[in-house]
């Protein structure tokens, strides 16, 4: 499969995502993800990454859509992938379909978590991060065994300094007004299908549907 998956912060795309993988071997692919990688490695690219990061600076459009072919050409993504939170803005929407058309790839749709604002907000203030290992837990219905202590390191469960109510209220302004977009955009290019994603099990037996996927 070849998708892009939409949704605000905390729609659960990064859980979608991996149990998506786990049907036919598609990776999962992330802007986050494909920065560091590109900075282990030490590519050209990555180190211009690295040097704007250590600036204080944002990765460019044109630096990160440079990252991202290279990345869509290494071999396990023969497989097929999904772009998880990526593109954010429609420039890099229009910029990553010209790159699709480039090597030969056509996605096989964009999927459009939806989750009412309020869920996200009691989903993410909930969450608890293992700062060791990045075990994700919620307070509500999924805590470590040991309050504070992480179930698989031992190593301390907090909240994320972003993961507030505050921050995350301004996290979501921000989606809407520079992500929110793009569902009118990949509406217009017939490639959206809109999935009312209650759990993150609703959200892939929605979207094994639409693929024809049992």
Known sequence: MR???LGAPGAGKGTVAKMLTDLDGSIQISTGDILRSAVKAGTDLGKQAEAAMKAGELVSDELIMGIMEERLQENDCAAGFLLDGFPRTIPQAVDLKGLLSKLGIKLDGVMNLNVSRDVILDRLITRRT????????NVKNNPPAKEGV??????????RDDETEEAISKRLDVFEEQTAPLVGHYESEGLLVDIEATSSVVAVDAIKRFLKID
Do not use: H, P, R, T
Request: charged share 15%; net charge negative.
């Open 130 to 137: 293992c700062v060791d290992c990045g075990e994700i837990y």
């Open 3 to 5: 998708l892009i998956l």
């Open 150 to 159: 992480c179930n698989k390191c031992v190593g301390a469960v907090v909240q």
